[in-house]
C-alpha cells in the first residue's frame, strides 16, 4: 500500500485522574518534520513523543496537538521548615537581647518568613502518565495513518490511470514515426523530381538524405526508456512503502526523455503528442508530491 503525506488522526483517553486529548494533521514536506504544541508539564516526554511517532510516519509537516487535564484535587501540598524557623528564632532573640528589645515575635508573624512555609508539587509517577499519554498518542497516530492509507489509494488510482495516458501517447509516437520518414522521403522527391525535371533521380543519394533525416530525428531509445519509467513507476506503486522519493527521481527521468523526444521532434503531431506527454508528466509529479 501506498500513503498520502495528507493525513488527521484524533484521539481522546479519559482515566479516572486525568484526561489526554491528542491531534494530529499532517501536509507534505521532504522530510519527517514535527512540530508538538503541549502543556509545558509534559515537556519532558518530548523525546519519547518524538520516537513514537517515527514508528507510524517517515516523511511530512506533522501538527501534533496534544491537551491535558488533571483531575486530582490536591496536586500540590505546604511543606513546613522547622529548621530555618528555628534559624529565624534564634537570630531574632539574639537581636532582642543585643538591643534590648521586647522578645514579641508571634507564630503569624515566624509563618510570614521566607522558606518557612513552601509550596511543593506531589510527586509524579511518570512512568505511569507516559502510559496514558502513549496510549492517547498511538491511537491518534493509528487513526492518522488509516486517512493517509485511504488517501494513498486514491492517488496510486489517479496516478495509475495517468501512466496508460502516457504509454498511449508514446504507443503514438511510435506509430506516427515511420509515417513521418515516409512523408518526409515523398516530399523530398518530389522536390527532387521539379528540380530535375525528366532527369533520372538518384536513388541512393535520395536513400542517404533520408537516412540522415531519420538519424537525426529518430526517438527510438527515448521512447524505450519513457516505456521502461512508466512500467518500473506502476511497479513501484504496485510494490508500496515509503517509494515518494523513489517516484520523484523516475518522474525526473521521464521529463528528460521527453524533453529530447520533443526537441527531436520534426512533426507537428509528434510535437503534439510530446508536449501532452510533458503535461501529464507533470501532472505526475505533482501527485508524487502527496506521496510519503
Not at 26 to 41: C, E, F, G, T
Not at 194 to 216: H, I, P, Y
Not at 251 to 256: D, G, S, T
Not at 260 to 276: F, R, V
Request: glycine fraction near 4%; proline fraction near 1%.
Amino acid at each position: 500500500m501506498i500513503k498520502s503525506m495528507t493525513g488527521f488522526g484524533r484521539c481522546e483517553t479519559t482515566r479516572e485522574n486525568c484526561r489526554f486529548t491528542v491531534e494530529m494533521k499532517s501536509v507534505n514536506h521532504r522530510y519527517l518534520d514535527v512540530n508538538i504544541k503541549m502543556p509545558k508539564k509534559l515537556n519532558f516526554f518530548e523525546s519519547a513523543i518524538r520516537s513514537e511517532l517515527k514508528k507510524y510516519i517517515s516523511r511530512g509537516k506533522v501538527d501534533v496537538f496534544i491537551d491535558y487535564e488533571d483531575f486530582t484535587e490536591n496536586t500540590a501540598s505546604i511543606r513546613y521548615n522547622r529548621d530555618i524557623a528555628a534559624e529565624y528564632m534564634k537570630y531574632l532573640r539574639q537581636m532582642a537581647r543585643e538591643f534590648e528589645l521586647e522578645d514579641d515575635v508571634r507564630v503569624s508573624t515566624l509563618s510570614r518568613y521566607p522558606e518557612v512555609f513552601s509550596m511543593e508539587e506531589q510527586t509524579v509517577d511518570e512512568e505511569k502518565l507516559w502510559k496514558e499519554l502513549q496510549e492517547a498518542i498511538s491511537g491518534a497516530a493509528q487513526g492518522f495513518v488509516q486517512t493517509r492509507i485511504a488517501e494513498g489509494e486514491h492517488l496510486k488510482e489517479d496516478l495509475t490511470g495517468k501512466l496508460d495516458g502516457m504509454l498511449a501517447l508514446v504507443d503514438a509516437i511510435e506509430q506516427r514515426s515511420p509515417q513521418m520518414l515516409q512523408e518526409y522521403r515523398d516530399r523530398l522527391l518530389a522536390k527532387v523530381q521539379e528540380l530535375l525535371g525528366d532527369n533520372k533521380v538518384d536513388e541512393g543519394r535520395l536513400l542517404t538524405e533520408v537516412t540522415l533525416f531519420a538519424d537525426k530525428v529518430c526517438v527510438d531509445e527515448e521512447l524505450v526508456r519513457l516505456r521502461s519509467h512508466i512500467e518500473a513507476t506502476k511497479k513501484t506503486l504496485e510494490e508500496g512503502g515509503s517509494i515518494g522519493r523513489k517516484l520523484d527521481f523516475i518522474a525526473q527521468e521521464m521529463n528528460r526523455e521527453a524533453n529530447t523526444t520533443l526537441s527531436k521532434a520534426n512533426d507537428l503531431e509528434i510535437s503534439q503528442y510530446a508536449i501532452e506527454l510533458k503535461t501529464e508528466i507533470e501532472k505526475v509529479r505533482e501527485q508524487i508530491q502527496n506521496i510519503e
